[in-house]
């Protein structure tokens, strides 16, 4: 028991420090985002306003407009990620979690790299590379046929957001792809052996083996999903600028917060309406950690060992 206390003590050492720059860094912050969503200025006075800053987001028509925009674009740059991105890194896991394929590690660095990589340089790099006027997009589809297909892609309003949420994940398919891959790694060597002797081998064994016992982290990285794209920012800002160009059709919750709170070009900056909307993305997300937390993690758990 005298040495459990020193421990203990220790522990404690490494985690009031840890705390407390988490209060400072994050807590502290979101009250007062929170609590400065409820003023407004009048004059040159700060006055309490309740909830008459989301009132004006949500109805009037020279805010409602925008943000429900932003939020129809947001929601559709997480289903491309959802319906593409996951999908694609558990097939990738699934092939490279075989102890057949040779070159394992070096597939998996190769697909994991653009994770590391600065949202700056993809959204320039891919920003030349689908230039209609130097870009090499254009000459590739023409060497494999293609050429037909091209188009400005980011110019094109009905097209710009797509294409950037396609890069957005060739750019982090290798998180969802290692995730899985330690997932599938986990699985008893009795339970795939068992599967084996009653002749459940390849892709059936996948889908009717592996894929329900991995359902669990399949769920953490849909939420994962969910919380990075409804706070995406940078690789909009990037390849469309603040405006998000074309006519505002890859505008984001990211970037119409941006616009509001610190103003840009002739838009100057409201700090009051700016936390309304941050408030309003931090209550979107939070319902959605609910929604999977109390209703669909609970279902998962009848998976886990």
Not at 274 to 301: D, H
Request: aromatic share 16%; hydrophobic share 55%; proline share 5%.
């Amino acid at each position: 028991m005298a040495r459990g206390k020193p421990v203990r003590w220790h522990v404690g050492v490494f985690l009031a420090p840890a705390l407390l720059v988490y209060t400072a860094i994050m807590i502290i912050p979101l009250f007062g985002t929170l609590n400065l969503s409820l003023f407004n200025k009048a004059g040159d006075l700060r006055v309490f306003v309740g909830l008459q800053n989301f009132v004006t987001l949500f109805g009037d028509p020279r805010w409602s407009g925008a943000f429900w925009n932003a939020l129809g674009n947001n929601f559709w740059f997480f289903v491309i990620h959802m319906l593409v991105q996951n999908p694609i890194g558990i097939l990738l896991a699934a092939l490279l979690s075989s102890p057949r394929l040779r070159m394992a590690a070096f597939y998996r660095t190769a697909i994991f790299v653009p994770t590391i990589l600065s949202f700056v340089i993809v959204g320039f790099v891919w920003k030349l590379i689908l230039s209609p006027i130097w870009g090499i997009a254009p000459g590739m589809l023409d060497w494999v046929g293609l050429k037909g297909l091209f188009a400005p892609w980011l110019g094109k309003a009905e097209y710009a957001l797509t294409a950037l949420a396609l890069v957005s994940v060739w750019q982090f398919v290798g998180i969802p792809m290692m995730l899985i891959y330690a997932a599938l790694l986990s699985i008893p060597d009795d339970v795939i052996e068992a599967a084996e002797m009653d002749g459940v081998t390849g892709w059936s064994q996948f889908w009717k083996i592996k894929l329900p016992l991995i359902l669990p982290s399949i769920g953490i990285i849909s939420i994962l999903t969910f919380v990075g794209n409804f706070n995406a920012f940078d690789l909009i800002y990037v390849a469309q600028g603040a405006l998000a160009g074309p006519d505002f059709a890859t505008d984001i919750l990211g970037t119409f917060l941006y616009r509001t709170f610190f103003g840009f070009q002739l838009q100057l900056g409201d700090p009051y309406m700016g936390s309304a909307i941050a408030t309003a993305m931090f209550g979107i997300i939070l319902i959605g950690v609910c929604v999977y937390l109390f209703g669909i993690q609970t279902r998962l758990r009848r998976y886990q060992f």
